[in-house]
């Protein structure tokens, strides 16, 4: 699958923005779909992960009750709903993809497709 991440842009700490990574071909459906962060000099860290159907999501401590993820299969598409951000939140976000179930803890070795990556900036 390919996938392309989108709606990254600069923002002020306690604003929201909505990450989008649209994908191609006809099993997106069957897809463990994921968002990740990359800040600079830093490790690529997970943020948020739904399963299959969109049923079962997991987040990250550090984004849970901040962020939403949700899924469309029907559009071929994964969001990421980012609210109250933080300067700490700035960072480079990519989807990610996997055929198989992405056990815990989740690790960006998990997923085998991802996106470009969308840069995110928090700041007055």
């Known amino acids: 699958v390919q996938l392309q991440a989108s709606g990254g842009g600069l923002v002020q700490p306690g604003g929201s923005l909505r990450l989008s990574c649209a994908a191609s071909?006809?099993?997106?459906?069957?897809?463990?779909m994921g968002w990740f962060r990359q800040a600079p000099g830093k490790e690529r860290e997970f943020v948020s992960r739904?399963?299959?159907?969109?049923?079962?999501?997991y987040y990250a401590d550090s984004v849970k009750g901040r962020f939403t993820i949700s899924r469309d299969n029907a559009k071929n598409t994964v969001y990421l709903q980012m609210n109250s951000l933080k300067p700490e939140d700035t960072a480079v976000y990519f989807c990610?993809?996997?055929?198989?179930?992405?056990?815990?803890?989740?690790?960006?070795?998990?997923?085998?497709?991802w996106g470009q990556g969308t840069l995110v900036t928090v700041s007055s």
């Open positions: 990610a993809a996997s055929k198989l179930y992405v056990p815990l803890p989740i690790s960006p070795s998990s997923f085998d497709s």
């Open positions: 739904v399963s299959w159907s969109g049923g079962s999501t």
């Open positions: 071909g006809r099993t997106f459906g069957s897809y463990v």
